[in-house]
């Protein structure tokens, strides 16, 4: 009795499912077609639309605005900050630069094989003298990803941008000094000026880590 009434119950459900229908009107009072499409788990009900109906010189102005705003990136990774320089790259340097950004873009599925494949195109824009290239490619030596490791190489970089006012450079020098990486021995101090010079240049991660230095600072009291 019970497994009928069940039976019975699944078959009125069923059949009210199937009926259910939408009714849409437009601006103008017109009720469009409607098509709907029988899936296996439920009702998926669509507009009939011809391309007709669509203004296509909107659509395609619209396109070109979008393409005319969309800006080429200018640094690899959000952790890092525009390098402020006086004379721009050649337009051979950008090009090998932006070649190599184009491999790590998000959404392309690249994977490590194109993070390579990018570095090396850095490296051709760095020794043509293109600052963010030059400092990609140090962050690569300095911890052998996707590069040669040479901490010597990486720390000469940095030294180099230190002075001209560059946050990531003035980060990374702050981590070795703190880590005692390319140093004689760690250095704190100095690790908390690089950190703090770095955070007022906009570098997140020297932010962030001035957060720590200041919570460290006010729970050790």
């Known amino acids: 009795m019970i497994k009928s009434c069940i039976f ?3 078959l009125v459900a069923i059949s009210t499912c199937q009926k259910k229908t939408a009714t849409l009107v437009s601006a103008e009072g017109e009720a469009p077609t409607i098509k ?8 998926l009900t669509a507009i009939d639309i011809s391309k007709a109906d669509l203004d ?14 969309k800006e080429a990136p200018g640094v690899t990774g959000d952790e890092y900050t ?3 320089v006086e004379v721009p790259p050649s337009p051979e340097a950008e090009a090998e630069f932006q070649r190599g950004m184009s491999y790590i873009e998000r959404g392309k599925g690249h994977g490590r094989e194109g993070r390579i494949a990018a570095h090396k195109l850095f490296e051709k824009a760095a020794s043509l003298g293109h600052q ?3 400092k990609a490619v140090a962050f690569a030596n300095l911890f052998g990803d996707y590069a040669r490791w040479s901490i010597p190489e990486a720390k000469s970089v940095f030294e180099s941008l230190e002075p001209i006012g560059s946050p990531d450079a003035q980060l990374a020098l702050g981590f070795m000094n703190g880590a005692g990486i390319g140093v004689e021995k760690s250095n704190q101090a100095k690790a908390l ?3 703090m010079f770095a955070a007022l240049g906009g570098n997140p991660l020297a932010q962030m880590a001035m957060v720590r230095w200041f919570f460290f600072w006010l729970y050790s009291r």
Not at 37 to 42: A, L, N, R, Y
Not at 57 to 66: G, S
């Open 8 to 10: 019975i119950f699944l």
């Open 36 to 43: 709907v499409v029988k899936t296996t788990g439920s009702l």
């Open 56 to 69: 296509w010189d909107q659509i395609n102005e619209q396109q070109e605005v979008n393409e005319e705003k």
């Open 82 to 84: 525009l390098e402020k």
């Open 132 to 134: 963010e290239a030059r």
């Open 193 to 195: 000026v690089y950190y």
